[in-house]
């Protein structure tokens, strides 16, 4: 079997499994969107409602912020801006505003490295925060602080249950988790074991394959580090025409495309030349050809 259709056939393996692991990942990505909507909607119910906080904070939103905290915000002053109309085909001036935070909400997870005490709970504990503010005697300021008042009598009331039945969800919610994750950590390990048998392929068959010639595959270019300040790169063929005697540098003949000036045509045109590189370390050779980020293949000339 040729170099070309062993490439083809680990990479028409690796596009399959690709092709499955986006799904799965959607997939994943569906269930933990799905656990963190149901924390959010438990923690979200002890404290919003009618039947909750008396307010006369104007559209209050509990939304996720950092981690597993909640961000309690109501609406603030009111500006203009001229937003464009489709309808209009013109600039018209419209109302918006500002949000204004209120207060915190947080949960503390359990970490091994900071808690003495171990426990089986994700969550341990839950408090809030709050900012200090220059502007002392508006209404807002007194109905935030009011707020965040009930908010702490709430935290201090129900610390308990909620801490309850906030784990609760999230072991429900880690099992569904989990599931997902292991198929996509099963597929992610089968591409790893074709990059892997790639990989060692290529480096079987890499300096045996240089000294005959090799074109690369597709549109991938090589750079070629000659030494420490210069290189040369968009190499699309190379072959060894000169081995040193302890196997650790070669002389070579590259091809590189580009782009180069014609005087005939008084215009740049893309081009292939020739070029010769001497004494070459083949350390620098494998990082042209075998790093795994530029994922190069190629053919026996």
Do not use: P
Not at 9 to 27: C, F, I, P
Not at 138 to 150: D, K, N, P
Not at 152 to 164: C, E, G, N, T, V
Not at 190 to 219: A, P, V, W, Y
């Amino acid at each position: 079997m040729s170099n070309k259709l062993i490439f083809e056939t680990l990479k028409a393996k690796e596009d399959k499994l690709q092709a499955k692991l986006d799904k799965l990942n959607k997939k994943d990505r569906i269930v933990r969107d799905a656990k963190t909507k149901a924390l959010n909607d438990t923690l979200r119910s002890y404290f919003e409602g009618t039947e909750g906080i008396e307010t006369n904070l104007i559209d209050l939103k509990y939304e996720t912020s950092y981690g597993s905290s909640m961000e309690i915000t109501a609406q603030g002053n009111s500006y203009e801006k001229e937003v464009w109309n489709e309808d209009k085909d013109d600039y018209e001036t419209k109302t918006f505003f500002r949000r204004n935070e209120i207060c915190t909400v947080k949960l503390k997870e359990y970490s091994r490295w900071e808690d003495t005490d171990k426990t089986e709970d994700h969550f341990t504990d839950l408090g809030m925060s709050t900012y200090s503010s220059s502007d002392n005697y508006s209404e807002f300021t007194l109905e935030r602080m009011l707020f965040t008042g009930q908010v702490a009598m709430i935290i201090k009331d129900f610390k308990d249950d909620i801490l309850a039945d906030m784990n609760k969800v999230y072991k429900q919610q880690t099992k569904l988790t989990d599931k997902t994750w292991e198929k996509v950590a099963e597929i992610k390990k089968q591409i790893n074991d074709i990059e892997d048998q790639r990989s060692k392929f290529k480096e079987d068959i890499f300096i045996e394959d240089l000294k005959n010639g090799i074109k690369l595959l597709g549109d991938k270019k090589a750079y070629i580090q000659e030494r420490f300040d210069y290189g040369t790169g968009s190499i699309i063929a190379a072959k060894i025409t000169r081995m040193s005697y302890s196997g650790k540098s070669a002389d070579l003949e590259v091809q590189v495309s580009g782009r180069r000036w014609n005087q005939e045509t008084e215009a740049y045109e893309d081009t292939v030349w020739t070029k010769d590189l001497d004494k070459v370390r083949v350390s620098n050779l494998k990082d042209a050809f075998l790093s795994g980020y530029n994922n190069i293949t190629w053919e026996r000339v």
